[in-house]
C-alpha cells in the first residue's frame, strides 16, 4: 500500500513538473517571438515535442525526458544581447555626437 501511494505521488508531481516545463517553454517561445505568427509556428513545434512523449509510463524515463527538455530549452535560447550594448560597444562615440 504504501509503494503504491508513494508511486501515484510522484507520478503527480511529474505531471506537474512536465505541465510547468511545457507553461514555461511556451512562455520563452512567446518572449523570444519577434511577430505573431512566429510564435505559432513554435509553439505547435513545441507541443508537438511534448506530445511526441506522451505515452511514456516510466516514471525514470519521465524523469530523464523532462531533464534533456529544460537543458535543450536554454540551449536553443540563449540570453539576447542587449540592443543598447551592442550599439554603443560598436560605435562608442555615438551618443554624444551631434
Excluded at 513545441?46 to 506530445?51: S, T, V
Amino acid at each position: 500500500m504504501a509503494s503504491t501511494a508513494g508511486y501515484l505521488a510522484r507520478q503527480a508531481a511529474q505531471k506537474e513538473q512536465v505541465r510547468l516545463l511545457y507553461r514555461r517553454a511556451l512562455k520563452d517561445t512567446l518572449n523570444w517571438a519577434v511577430h505573431r505568427h512566429l510564435f505559432y509556428q513554435d509553439a505547435s513545434d513545441l507541443q508537438d515535442k511534448f506530445e511526441a512523449n506522451r505515452h511514456v509510463d516510466n516514471l525514470d524515463v519521465i524523469d530523464r525526458l523532462s531533464s534533456t527538455m529544460r537543458e535543450a530549452q536554454y540551449r536553443e535560447l540563449p540570453a539576447p544581447r542587449s540592443y543598447i550594448g551592442r550599439d554603443f560597444s560598436c560605435r562608442p562615440g555615438l551618443l554624444f555626437s551631434e
